[in-house]
């Protein structure tokens, strides 16, 4: 279950913004987590930002200020607000769903196929 399709990265100037998005195209257990993790060349995959589907985030401290993750919970999608964006911040960014149906369940983990961002002039 999960099914994730990213959308929303490309070529942007450092100052500029963009917003990627997450949809699931098959239903998530109640219990879940959804997320954006980056991996930059020659770099581990490492934690953006996160959201539990009670609304609590949770961001790196390198985008607290900068970044807004939101979820729309009537259509399992998650979305990364990215402002002020720098070049450090070029990656592929992936999107990580993990989910349960009960908290005596084991969780089930799910990635997206990933999208490029750019920051460059």
């Known amino acids: 279950q999960g099914q994730l399709t990213e959308s929303g990265g490309g070529l942007v100037q450092p100052g500029g913004s963009l917003r990627l998005t997450c949809a699931a195209s098959?239903?998530?257990?109640?219990?879940?987590?959804m997320g954006w993790y980056r991996q930059a060349p020659g770099k581990e995959r490492e934690l953006v930002a996160t959201?539990?589907?009670?609304?609590?985030?949770n961001y790196a401290a390198s985008v607290e200020d900068r970044f807004i993750i939101s979820r729309d919970g009537a259509k399992d999608t998650v979305y990364l607000q990215m402002n002020d964006l720098k070049s450090e911040d070029t990656a592929v960014y992936y999107c990580?769903?993990?989910?349960?149906?009960?908290?005596?369940?084991?969780?089930?983990?799910?990635w997206g196929q990933g999208t490029h961002v750019l920051v460059s002039y």
């Open positions: 990580n769903l993990k989910h349960r149906r009960s908290p005596s369940e084991r969780w089930y983990e799910e």
């Open positions: 098959e239903p998530i257990f109640t219990i879940n987590y």
């Open positions: 959201i539990s589907f009670q609304g609590f985030k």
